[in-house]
């Protein structure tokens, strides 16, 4: 089967940075992808990483290992905004529906 | 950008009665869109791969005979829950591709009483 694993919540302050880590397994690798979905909302677009290496992307950045099977959303400069779930899917083929973890809750205090 | 709409936004219906759910691609053509469900505190559970002018692809334990998919042009995906239950309510999330970016409507959150 196919595996993504993140963690469930996280906090951090106004102001900081903090890493959302993603572990994956499964049975292709044709994409990972990071959206952020709001509560009652539909996931938005934040990233996505298809080689190896660092995606910056304002103050969201996103890195890629895939021999590692490991990816990450850092999150710079924090605001009250960015209290949101944030979910790693996984492409296993071209053109195929997007696998998704169980996303990470991401309380931002001030 | 690239825009996916849905309709309606919100739903509320009685036991046993049916819901269309509607999927719009407003800006560019898609032959493939993806119908998600998503339940409180959970992600987003992959239900059917909608293809346009033919039969849907459904993941495993995800019943086609209550949800009904009608991909019938490029730019229209439809998904109807059958004699919707109480356990069918839901946020129903599809998904359509505009290049590398998977565009996701804004969701239709279906409540059955």
């Known amino acids: 089967g196919q595996n993504i694993d993140q963690p469930t919540e996280m906090t951090a302050t106004e102001g900081a940075i903090v890493q959302i880590n993603c572990t994956y397994q499964t049975s292709g690798f044709n994409g990972l992808f990071w959206y952020q979905q709001h509560a009652g909302e539909a996931p938005t677009f934040l990233s996505y990483?298809?080689?190896?290496g660092l995606e910056e992307k304002g103050r969201f950045s996103s890195f890629l290992s895939r021999s590692k099977g490991y990816s990450y959303l850092l999150l710079k400069e924090l605001q009250m905004k960015d209290s949101a779930s944030y979910l790693c899917a996984v492409r296993v083929e071209a053109g195929t529906a997007l696998i998704f973890g169980k996303g990470t809750t991401l309380s931002v205090s001030s | 950008g690239a825009v996916v709409s849905q309709h309606p936004s919100r739903v509320i219906c009685k036991s046993g009665t049916s819901v269309k759910i509607e999927c719009r691609s407003l800006?560019?053509?898609?032959?493939?869109m993806f119908w998600y469900r998503q339940f409180p505190k959970q992600s987003l559970m992959l239900m059917a791969t909608?293809?346009?002018?033919?039969?849907?692809?459904?993941e495993q334990g995800v019943e086609k005979d209550k949800f009904l998919i009608n991909h019938a042009s490029l730019t229209l995906s439809t998904l109807t829950v059958t004699s919707a239950h109480p356990e069918d309510s839901s946020f129903y999330i599809c998904?359509?591709?505009?290049?590398?970016?998977?565009?996701f409507g804004p969701g239709t959150r279906l409540l059955v009483l």
């Open positions: 990483n298809v080689l190896d």
């Open positions: 998904s359509a591709r505009d290049g590398t970016a998977w565009e």
């Open positions: 909608s293809n346009e002018g033919s039969k849907a692809t459904y």
């Open positions: 800006d560019f053509q898609a032959t493939t």
